[in-house]
C-alpha cells in the first residue's frame, strides 16, 4: 500500500516570496508517479504539477517546483513569486499501476499581501 | 471540452435515507474513481469503475456502492446513511492508464441530518 505524509497542516506566505510545501511518501512499487493538486475555496482539484518516478530531474510548471529526493522518498513542492490566488489548500498525492490515487492531509496555504 | 461534470452541487438527506450522485467523465476518458472528502482532510479512495466494472475498491463498506453506464459516466450510492458519511464527494476520471493525472470535478456536498 501507498502512503503520502504532509506534516505541515498551514502554511503562510509573503506576495512575491518563495514557500515551499512538503511530503514523504511510502512505496514497494518501482515505477509509480507524484502530483501536487491545490483546491481553493471552488473544491476542485486543480493538477499542479507531476513527477515520473523514474525521472531523476526535478520537474517544472512555471512558478511551480518540485524537489523530488527518491532515495529519501521526499517531494517537496516551490511556489516562486507568491501571488494571491496560490491560496488554497494542496495535497499531495501518488499513483503506481496496482494502486489508485492516494493523497496527504493537505497544507492550508495563506497568502498574506 | 467540457471536464468532469458532477451533480447535484449540493444535497441534504436524512439519516437513514438512501442517495445517489451521479459523474460524467471528460471526453475520452473511460475510468471514473470516487473519493470521499471529510471537512479538513484529504480524499479517501471508495472504489474505481472500467468497463463497467468495479476494478479496485478502499476501505469502504457496502452500503456504498456504484455502477457505470456504457457512455461511461457513473453513479455513486450511499444506503442508510449516517451523520458519518457527511462530505464532500469527488469523481474524477481517467483514460486506464493515468500516468498524467486524475481530473476532478468539483465535487458533491452532503450533508446528513
Known amino acids: 500500500a501507498q502512503t503520502v505524509t504532509q506534516s505541515q497542516p498551514e502554511m503562510s506566505v509573503q506576495e512575491a516570496e518563495t514557500v515551499t510545501l512538503s511530503c514523504t511518501y511510502d512505496t514497494s512499487e518501482s515505477d509509480y508517479y507524484l502530483f501536487w493538486y491545490k483546491q481553493p475555496p471552488s473544491r476542485q482539484m486543480i493538477l499542479v504539477i507531476r513527477?515520473?518516478?523514474?525521472?531523476?530531474q526535478n520537474a517544472t510548471e512555471n512558478r511551480f517546483s518540485v524537489n523530488f529526493q527518491k532515495a529519501a522518498k521526499s517531494f517537496s513542492l516551490k511556489i516562486s513569486d507568491s501571488q494571491l490566488g496560490d491560496a488554497a489548500m494542496y495535497f499531495c498525492a501518488a499513483y503506481s499501476g496496482n494502486t489508485p490515487l492516494v493523497f496527504g492531509k493537505g497544507t492550508r496555504l495563506s497568502v498574506i499581501a | 471540452d467540457a471536464g468532469v461534470t458532477q451533480s447535484p452541487t449540493h444535497l441534504i438527506k436524512t439519516r437513514g435515507q438512501q442517495v445517489t450522485l451521479r459523474c460524467s467523465p471528460k471526453?475520452?476518458?473511460?475510468?471514473v474513481s470516487w473519493y470521499q472528502q471529510a471537512l479538513g482532510q484529504g480524499p479517501q479512495f471508495i472504489f474505481q469503475?472500467?468497463?463497467?466494472?468495479?476494478?479496485q475498491r478502499g476501505n469502504f463498506p457496502d452500503r456504498f456502492s456504484g455502477h457505470q453506464f456504457p457512455n461511461y459516466s457513473s453513479e455513486l450510492n450511499v444506503n442508510a446513511l449516517l451523520l458519518g458519511d457527511s462530505a464532500l464527494y469527488l469523481c474524477?476520471?481517467?483514460?486506464?492508464?493515468?500516468?498524467?493525472?486524475?481530473?476532478f470535478g468539483s465535487g458533491t456536498r452532503l450533508t446528513v441530518v
Open positions: 513527477q515520473e518516478a523514474y525521472k531523476q
Open positions: 469503475y472500467y468497463e463497467e466494472e468495479e476494478r
Open positions: 474524477a476520471s481517467t483514460p486506464w492508464t493515468p500516468n498524467y493525472g486524475y481530473t
Open positions: 471526453s475520452g476518458h473511460d475510468t
